[in-house]
């Protein structure tokens, strides 16, 4: 329990300082603050991890099979990710490096209908 809230916590923070970073970066934000659309972004992301079925079990958003994300956000997010992602290594590498460690972990997502085997019948 303990362990999944901090990593819960984690992601939160991460995903903030991502979405700081690429605001003031992109956006010009005055930093320590975001525009309306990034704020808004960050509000949904953060509402997202609450409510994501998979928070007890998942790895990182980023490699979320479920993909929580509206559409127009996921898009969104993706985008504000693969710019600040890299660039975490720099400024943020303790939580870079635990945000990569917890998308290594395998989620294994509730059993759906099974494929059926491929031998024929007859
Ligand atoms: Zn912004």
Do not use: F
Request: glycine share 10%; hydrophobic share 25%; net charge positive.
């Amino acid at each position: 329990m303990g362990e999944n809230t901090r990593r819960i916590r984690r992601e939160k923070k991460t995903i903030s300082v991502m979405i700081e970073m690429y605001c003031r970066n992109r956006h010009d934000g005055p930093g320590g603050t975001l525009c309306d659309g990034c704020s808004e972004l960050h509000d949904d992301a953060m509402q997202r991890i609450d409510e994501c079925p998979l928070c007890l079990a998942k790895p990182t958003c980023a490699n979320c099979p479920i993909h929580c994300y509206r559409p127009e956000v996921r898009g969104h997010v993706r985008t504000v990710m693969r710019y600040s992602g890299p660039r975490m290594w720099g400024r943020h590498p303790v939580p870079a490096l635990l945000h990569e460690l917890d998308g290594l972990r395998k989620v294994t997502l509730p059993a759906g209908p099974t494929r059926p085997s491929g031998r024929p019948r007859s």
